[in-house]
């Protein structure tokens, strides 16, 4: 792949496995665009609603029966003035899904979770990536990390792969452990190290 490329490398992974630390180097090694923060700064202004609302909310969608209890209970003698809905999850990865593809054409680009490997599915030159590992590596990895101890990071752990798993599904029809939607799937308890990691990357990357 040419330097020169507006390439677009979309980073998938589950939680402790190092796949948002991986992506950050090769940002860096590369010398290319991160893109996290500004996803929801655009997804955030496109919407009119604060950073953090679209922070909190992403890659989880709420059950179906808690959203419709949610959106309909009222009480019969007591008025509620009405209110300003907070965007939909359908709203939210339409808008991130807008910003990513804008990101990407403009510059050469790391994107990471989102969807991305769907998102642009069709952009001429992405490379999607998929980092995952064994439970327990993340779990004493994710402990370490946030302080926590190891029952804290397996219960978050074990959450946030049902949201994401929920989150794919909903809005992409995929599975995200299947290693058929990416271009190299990694290990990252197997390699050794996050640092080979990021070197094999580069090293895929080199060659395509």
Known sequence: M??????????SRQLGSGGSYIGQQLAKRLGVFYADRAIIRGAAEK???????VA????SVPGFWSSFVNATCVYPDLYVPPVMLAPTDYELFMAESEVIRRLAAERATVVIG????????????????YFHAPLDF????????????????????????????HYCRTFAGVDPSDARNYDLSIDTARIGSLE????????????R
């Not at 909190?56 to 890659?59: T, V």
């Not at 080979?196 to 060659?207: C, G, P, S």
Request: hydrophobic residues 35%; charged residues 35%; proline residues 3%.
């Open 2 to 11: 040419k330097r020169t490329d507006k390439f677009a490398i979309t980073v």
């Open 47 to 53: 919407l009119s609603v604060k950073d953090h609302t």
């Open 56 to 59: 909190e909310r992403e890659e």
């Open 114 to 129: 989102r969807l991305a490997f769907q998102v642009l599915h069709d952009h001429p030159a992405r490379v999607s990536v």
């Open 138 to 165: 993340r779990v004493e990895r994710y402990a370490k990390l946030y302080n926590t101890t190891p029952e804290e990071a397996h219960k978050a752990i074990v959450k946030c792969d049902k949201q994401r798993k």
């Open 196 to 207: 080979k990691a990021v070197e094999l990357v580069l090293n895929y990357i080199q060659m």
